[in-house]
């Protein structure tokens, strides 16, 4: 059964880095766009960054534009977030999950976590003041 795993998630200080991973098993989604999502308390999920399938097109919230940085490794069937300047609004439960109508596509097909599967349990970030 194909799934995806998060890690990498823990307790920084504001100002501080975090990289989360993402880990594909029982099959591979090296053709697909991917995405990471997060969810804060009390609020709906929210896009935060996708990379196309050659990593070459990366797209990003405004709120984290400059700050995070989305990778991929084929090879490893992994995806990553770099996640530097942390602020405390970044606090939340991290998501990645696959865009299964993007495959071979040279741009982001979609932000809407409706368009996105194979969510993973998500790994928890919190950013303290």
């Known amino acids: 059964q194909a799934q995806l795993v998060e890690s990498g998630g823990g307790l920084v200080q504001a100002g501080g880095s975090l990289r989360l991973s993402c880990a594909a098993s029982?099959?591979?989604?090296?053709?697909?766009?991917m995405g990471w999502f997060r969810q804060g308390p009390g609020k709906e999920r929210e896009f935060v960054a996708a990379?196309?399938?050659?990593?070459?097109?990366?797209y990003y919230a405004e709120s984290v534009k400059g700050r995070f940085t989305i990778s991929r490794d084929n090879a490893k069937n992994t995806v990553y977030l770099q996640m530097n300047s942390l602020k405390p609004t970044d606090t939340a439960v991290y998501y990645c999950?696959?865009?299964?109508?993007?495959?071979?596509?040279?741009?982001?097909?979609?932000?809407?976590?409706?368009?996105?599967?194979?969510w993973g349990q998500g790994t928890q970030v919190t950013v303290s003041s």
């Open positions: 029982g099959r591979t989604f090296n053709s697909y766009t």
């Open positions: 999950a696959v865009d299964s109508k993007g495959a071979y596509r040279n741009s982001v097909r979609t932000s809407s976590s409706n368009e996105y599967e194979y």
């Open positions: 990379i196309t399938w050659s990593g070459d097109i990366t």
